[in-house]
Nanobody
Framework: QVQLVESGGGLVQAGGSLRLSCAAS????????MGWFRQAPGQEREFVAT????????YNTDSVKGRFTISRDNAKNTVYLQMNNLKPEDTAVYYC????????????????????WGQGTQVTVSS
């Protein structure tokens, strides 16, 4: 069982930055690929970024490439999402998720493949 707790959301002006954190419980954090998803009001949850168990492989959705960076610190059981040059369309509740993977280089982009989810943190970008 893995428990995930997100933090770092808030209100920011367009062009600003935020760093989201997701702290995981347990001693097997390095066995899990991690992902960030977001859900805006009235819309479906969408994939944002994913990182492999080791952190060597990452993948972002096209709309955030060059602006968002996912990273992890396995010693701290934490995954991060650095968000720069934020836009009003980035406004959403951001969720982190975890899935155990067999291979260290695997990344996962499909929400239904994830086993564990955090409660979410609100990010609001004003224009």
């Amino acid at each position: 069982q893995v428990q995930l707790v997100e933090s770092g959301g808030g209100l920011v002006q367009a062009g600003g930055s935020l760093r989201l954190s997701c702290a995981a419980s347990g001693r097997t954090f390095s066995s899990y690929a991690m992902g960030w998803f977001r859900q805006a009001p009235g819309q479906e949850r969408e994939f944002v970024a994913t990182i492999s168990r080791t952190g060597r492989t990452t993948y972002n959705t096209d709309s955030v490439k060059g602006r968002f960076t996912i990273s992890r610190d396995n010693a701290k059981n934490t995954v991060y999402l650095q968000m720069n040059n934020l836009k009003p369309e980035d406004t959403a509740v951001y969720y982190c998720a975890a899935v155990r993977t067999s291979y260290p280089g695997v990344v996962v982009t499909t929400s239904s493949d994830y086993d564990y989810w955090g409660q979410g943190t609100q990010v609001t970008v004003s224009s």
